[in-house]
């Protein structure tokens, strides 16, 4: 069944780490985003990609990174987590054929302690 | 700058009255302008957008340029309705989108 995954659904994690967020979509989609979002506030865009090889910073700037190696695999690393770090993060893939709507994982709720 | 707001954090009507989700954006160009849903337990969907001139479980959104406003419609509100609503608007390039607080519904039986 054609569908957006993310692992792992909840994370907490220490101080320093290196974390990687994994986000992949079985629909065949170019465009794949990463979008965070604090309590109450708006999810905000922080990574893009319009395909293999190509990816894109957000309006919000963020200390992640991001590769996309194969269209269906867009996963999003933190190599030294912090406490600021702390959101949730959204994963999404879009169709251009429907102005873009953007098909939404189910997020990843990370904590840094 | 591209921007949307929704005033409304929090949105209590009883089953059967209509309800109004206000959404004011901020774009210079010609706005592609979208709602989105999401349930409880559930993911963030796509509701509507406003170039399909749809309406979706009896809601419907008009576009206002003059009041730069995208507000969410429904003339007679359902339990089921309960939900967190996103007014989100699509920038420059096509490839960003500017999403809006969110306005969590209850409907009250």
């Known amino acids: 069944e054609a569908d957006i995954y993310q692992t792992p659904r909840y994370l907490v994690i220490g101080t320093g780490k290196k974390i990687t967020l994994e986000c992949s979509q079985t629909m065949g989609h170019d465009k794949m985003y990463w979008y965070q979002q604090d309590p109450g506030m708006e999810l905000h865009l922080i990574h893009y990609s319009y395909g293999v090889n190509s990816t894109e910073k957000g309006d919000l700037s963020s200390e992640s990174t991001v590769s996309r190696i194969r269209t269906e695999h867009f996963p999003l690393t933190l190599e030294s987590a912090r406490p600021s770090h702390t959101s949730q993060y959204l994963c999404?893939?879009?169709?251009?054929?429907?102005?873009?709507?953007?098909?939404f994982g189910p997020g990843t709720r990370l904590t840094v302690t | 700058a591209q921007r949307v707001t929704q005033p409304e954090k929090l949105l209590s009507v009883f089953k059967g009255a209509p309800v109004e989700l206000k959404c004011n954006y901020s774009?210079?160009?010609?706005?592609?302008l979208f709602w989105y849903v999401q349930y409880s337990r559930q993911r963030l969907q796509l509701l509507l957008r406003?170039?399909s001139r749809e309406s979706i479980k009896g809601f419907t959104a008009d576009l206002n340029k003059g009041e730069t406003s995208f507000h969410l419609k429904k003339p007679f509100a359902q339990e089921e309705d309960s939900a967190m609503y996103y007014c989100?608007?699509?920038?420059?390039?096509?490839?960003?989108?500017?999403f809006g607080t969110g306005t969590s519904l209850t409907v009250i039986p």
């Open positions: 774009y210079s160009g010609s706005p592609e």
């Open positions: 989100a608007l699509r920038g420059d390039t096509g490839n960003q989108f500017y």
């Open positions: 406003h170039i």
């Open positions: 999404a893939s879009s169709d251009p054929g429907t102005y873009d709507e953007q098909y």
